[in-house]
């Protein structure tokens, strides 16, 4: 089985930074589309970004120029830098493995608050 765990998630400022680790188990990390997804309270959970496997990637609207997803093969690692955070982005932050278009695996989650 493919574990998954999130990492780096906090109580943040408004406009400020946080940066969330996703560490994939398994010698597969390579072929999978790395995705983060996000949920607030009482709200359907919604993809944030993702990163292909030549490391090409997308963004949802709402955070593109402020989110930064990127993948280190060597380390079984997916990176999400989020900057100018804003009080919308508060939400648990998922991280899953696609491949052949289905989710391998999702990991735990990691909470992201952003207050004053």
């Known amino acids: 089985q493919v574990q998954i765990v999130e990492s780096g998630g906090g109580l943040v400022q408004p406009g400020g930074s946080l940066t969330l680790s996703c560490v994939v188990s398994?010698?597969?990390?390579?072929?999978?589309?790395m995705e983060w997804h996000r949920q607030a309270p009482g709200k359907q959970r919604e993809i944030v970004a993702r990163?292909?496997?030549?490391?090409?990637?997308a963004y949802i609207d709402s955070v593109k120029g402020r989110f930064t997803i990127s993948r280190d093969n060597a380390k079984n690692t997916v990176y999400l830098l989020m900057n100018s955070l804003k009080p919308e982005d508060t939400a648990v932050y998922y991280c899953?493995?696609?491949?052949?278009?289905?989710?391998?695996?999702w990991g735990q989650g990691t909470q992201v608050t952003v207050s004053t």
């Open positions: 990163v292909g496997r030549d490391s090409s990637a």
């Open positions: 899953t493995a696609v491949y052949n278009g289905w989710n391998v695996n």
């Open positions: 398994g010698s597969r990390f390579r072929d999978y589309i």
